[in-house]
C-alpha cells in the first residue's frame, strides 16, 4: 500500500493533462465549427464591394446596418417570413398534438390490431418521402389546393410524423401506471387523462419535438417549391433561393437575409436548449 | 391500480361492467390514433398505389392520362441522365454516411465526456445543424466562391492551388459532403442520448477487471450502442438518397456543372414538374424506393452479425 501512495498526485497530474488536453481539442474544433456561422454574420454588415477584398476581412470595416433593410425589401421578405411562421408553427400544434395522441394509444389503450397498427406506423420511418411526392401533388391538385398553403399543413395534423410518434411512445412508457389509473377511478376518461396528465408530464419530450418540428418545417425546401407559386404565398426558404438567382453577386445581401432566416432558429434553440439538451439526452431518445 | 385490478378479475360477479370498460378503452384506442390512421391511408397508403398505376401512365396532368404500357420501363433503361443520376447519388450516399457516422460518433464520444462546462460545448458543437438549410448552402457557396471564399483563401495560405468546388465536376459532389460533415447535428446527438444511455455498472465492472479507457470503448461503449449506430446508418442511408435541396440550390435546379449533382431526386423533380411527366417521375421514385428497400434489408441481414452483440463481447 505504501509503494502506492507515491502514484496518487502523478495520477492526478496525469487526469489535469489529458482534462486540458480534452478542453483545448473540444475549444479548438469548436472555434473552427463556428468559422462559417461567424462568417455568415461578418459577411452581411460588410460594405458593398468589401466582402470581396482578399485576403478575406474578418471584421467588417465599417459596419453596415442598412444591409438589412435593404436585402428586406428587395423581395417581400416580410411577406416570406410571415408565411413561413403561419406553416411552421400550423404544423408544430398539428404534428405534435397528433403525434402525442397516436403514441397514447400505443402505449397505454388495448385495443385490437394494436401491435400490427403500430408496426406499420414505425415501417414508414423507413418510407422515402419522395414515393409519394407525385401522386400527392396530383390528389392535391385535383382537390384545387395548389398554390395554398393547405398540401404543406393538412397532411400534418393527420399524425405527424411516425417519428414522433414513436419518441412519445417511449415517454408515455416511462409515466408510472398508478396515475393513471388513480384517475381513472376517479371517473376521469382517457382524453382526460391524456390532456391532464399525460401532456404535461412530457414537456422534456415535447421540447425536443418542437425543435425537430420547427426545424424540419423551417427548413423545407421541396414542398413550398412544387405548391407555392404566387409571390404573396412564398416561403423564406423559396425567396432566398430565388433572390440568390437575382442578386448573385450580393453575397453581403444575401448573407443579410441568411441571417434573418436562421434568427428565429436561433432564438429557439436558446430558449428550448437546455430542455433539448436534457431532454434528449435523459428521456432515452435511443430508445433503450 | 389495485381497484381495478379486483374489479378486472371479478368476471364473475361484474361480466358485463367488465367488458364495457374493455370495448370503450378500445373505442377510445382507435379514437386516438384515428388522425394518423387516416393520414397513413389518405397521404401514404393511397398516393402509393395511385403511383403504381401511374407508372404504366402517359400524363402531363394537364392532359388526360393515357395508358403507356411498359413505355416508362424502356424509356428507363435506355435513360444516359437516369445511369448518371444514380451513379451520382451512389457515390454521395456511400462516401458521406460513412463519414458522417463516424465523424459523429467521435464527436459524441468527445461530448460525453464528464468535464466542467461540457453542456457549451454540446450547444456549440450543434449550432451549425440550426443554420436552416437553404441558408446553409448559400453561405458554403459563398466560403467556396473560387475567387473570393474563405476556402481557397486557407487553401491559398496553405500554399495549395485553388479549387473550383461547386463549380467543378470532380469536386462538386465532394464539396457538398464536405459540407454535410460541417454540420453534427441530429445523429450526434442521437449517438449522444445512447452513449449516455449505457449503463455505468458496466464500466465499473470493466476497471474491476483492469481494463483501460481504449479496451473500455471498444469492449463496451462501442457494442452497446450498436443499436443506435444501426438505427442512424439506416436513416443516413434514407436521407442520403434523397438529396436534393443541396443540388438544387448550388445548380440552380439543372443538376450541373456537367450533370455532377443531378441526383436521382433532382432528376425526379426536373421530370415531374419541369417536363410534366408524372408517370415517368413515379418510376424514377419506384427505383429509389427499390433500391433504398434492398440496401435497408442488406443493412438488417448484416445487422445480425454485429448488432446486439454486446451479452458475448463482455
Redesign the interface.
Known amino acids: 500500500m505504501a509503494a502506492a501512495k507515491p502514484k496518487a498526485p502523478r495520477k492526478r497530474i496525469r487526469e489535469l493533462t489529458w482534462?486540458t488536453a480534452?478542453?483545448v481539442?473540444?475549444?479548438a474544433?469548436?472555434v473552427v465549427?463556428?468559422?462559417?456561422?461567424f462568417?455568415?454574420i461578418s459577411?452581411s454588415f460588410k460594405p458593398r464591394g468589401t466582402?470581396?477584398l482578399?485576403?478575406?476581412q474578418w471584421i467588417p470595416n465599417p459596419v453596415v446596418l442598412a444591409n438589412y433593410p435593404t436585402a428586406l425589401t428587395l423581395l417581400p421578405f416580410f411577406i416570406f417570413f410571415r408565411n413561413t411562421l403561419i406553416i411552421t408553427i400550423a404544423n408544430m400544434i398539428g404534428g405534435i398534438g397528433?403525434?402525442l395522441?397516436?403514441a397514447?394509444?400505443?402505449s397505454r389503450?388495448?385495443?385490437?390490431y394494436?401491435s400490427l397498427?403500430f408496426s406499420?406506423?414505425l415501417s414508414?420511418?423507413?418510407?422515402?418521402?419522395?414515393?409519394?411526392?407525385?401522386?400527392?401533388?396530383?390528389?392535391f391538385?385535383q382537390l384545387n389546393w395548389v398554390n395554398t398553403f393547405l398540401p404543406l399543413i393538412v397532411?400534418n395534423?393527420?399524425?405527424?410524423s411516425a417519428f414522433f410518434?414513436f419518441l412519445g411512445r417511449q415517454f408515455f412508457t416511462t409515466i408510472p401506471?398508478?396515475l393513471e389509473?388513480?384517475a381513472?377511478?376517479d371517473g376521469a376518461?382517457?382524453?382526460r387523462i391524456?390532456w391532464s396528465i399525460m401532456i404535461p408530464l412530457s414537456k422534456a419530450v415535447i421540447a425536443s419535438m418542437a425543435i425537430?418540428s420547427f426545424?424540419s418545417n423551417?427548413?423545407d425546401?421541396?414542398r413550398p417549391?412544387?405548391y407555392l407559386y404566387d409571390t404573396d404565398k412564398q416561403t423564406?426558404?423559396l425567396g432566398?433561393?430565388v433572390m440568390?438567382?437575382v442578386y448573385q453577386t450580393d453575397?453581403n445581401l444575401?448573407?443579410a437575409?441568411?441571417?434573418v432566416?436562421?434568427i428565429p432558429?436561433?432564438v429557439l434553440?436558446f430558449l428550448a436548449?437546455r430542455q433539448f439538451?436534457r431532454g434528449?439526452?435523459?428521456t432515452?431518445?435511443?430508445?433503450? | 391500480m389495485l381497484a381495478l385490478r379486483s374489479l378486472s378479475g371479478k368476471r364473475s360477479t361484474a361480466p358485463v361492467r367488465r367488458g364495457r370498460l374493455l370495448r370503450q378503452e378500445a373505442i377510445d384506442g382507435f379514437v386516438f390514433i384515428t388522425p394518423w390512421l387516416l393520414g397513413f391511408i389518405l397521404w401514404t397508403a393511397w398516393p402509393m398505389l395511385f403511383s403504381l398505376g401511374l407508372v404504366f401512365t402517359n400524363w402531363s396532368v394537364l392532359t388526360k392520362p393515357s395508358f403507356a404500357g411498359l413505355a416508362n420501363f424502356s424509356r428507363l433503361a435506355q435513360d444516359r441522365l437516369f445511369y448518371i443520376a444514380l451513379g451520382n447519388t451512389a457515390y454521395y450516399t456511400f462516401v458521406a454516411v460513412p463519414l458522417t457516422l463516424v465523424t459523429n460518433l467521435i464527436v459524441a464520444l468527445a461530448l460525453n465526456l464528464k468535464l466542467a462546462g461540457i453542456n457549451i460545448f454540446r450547444t456549440v458543437y450543434y449550432m451549425p445543424t440550426i443554420i436552416p438549410q437553404v441558408a446553409n448552402v448559400m453561405l458554403w457557396m459563398w466560403i467556396f466562391n473560387p475567387e473570393f471564399g474563405l476556402a481557397n483563401a486557407l487553401l491559398t495560405r496553405l500554399g495549395l492551388p485553388k479549387l473550383g468546388w461547386f463549380w467543378d465536376p470532380r469536386w462538386s459532389k465532394n464539396a457538398m459532403i464536405f459540407m454535410t460533415l460541417w454540420g453534427f447535428g441530429t445523429g450526434m446527438i442521437i449517438f449522444l442520448a445512447a452513449l449516455q444511455g449505457v449503463p455505468q455498472e458496466l464500466y465499473e465492472v470493466g476497471q474491476l477487471d483492469g481494463a483501460n479507457s481504449l479496451q473500455l470503448l471498444w469492449h463496451v461503449t462501442i457494442p452497446m450502442i450498436t443499436p443506435v449506430v444501426f438505427f442512424n446508418l439506416c436513416m443516413g442511408i434514407i436521407g442520403s438518397f434523397q438529396i436534393f435541396t443541396t443540388a438544387f440550390i448550388v445548380s440552380d435546379g439543372k443538376g450541373g456543372p456537367a450533370n455532377s449533382t443531378l441526383f436521382l431526386v433532382l432528376y425526379l423533380y426536373r421530370n415531374g414538374f419541369e417536363f410534366f411527366r408524372m408517370g415517368y417521375a413515379s418510376l424514377i421514385a419506384w427505383v429509389l424506393f427499390a433500391i433504398i428497400l434492398l440496401v435497408t434489408l442488406i443493412q438488417f441481414r448484416l445487422a445480425r452479425r454485429w448488432v446486439y452483440y454486446e451479452q458475448e463481447v463482455i
Do not use: H
Open positions: 482534462k480534452a478542453y481539442i473540444l475549444g474544433v469548436g465549427q463556428l468559422i462559417p456561422f462568417w455568415m459577411t466582402e470581396f482578399w485576403p478575406p397528433t403525434s395522441m397516436a397514447y394509444g400505443f389503450l388495448r385495443f385490437p394494436r397498427l406499420v406506423c414508414t420511418l423507413m418510407l422515402p418521402d419522395v414515393v409519394t411526392l407525385v401522386p400527392q401533388f396530383i390528389m391538385k397532411p395534423w393527420f399524425g405527424g410518434i401506471m398508478e389509473d388513480a381513472r377511478m376518461s382517457s382524453y391524456w425537430f426545424q423551417w427548413n425546401f421541396t417549391l412544387v423564406m426558404a432566398l433561393s440568390k438567382g453575397w444575401l448573407m437575409i441568411s441571417t432566416f436562421t432558429m436561433i434553440f436548449q439538451m434528449i439526452v435523459t432515452g431518445l435511443a430508445g433503450r
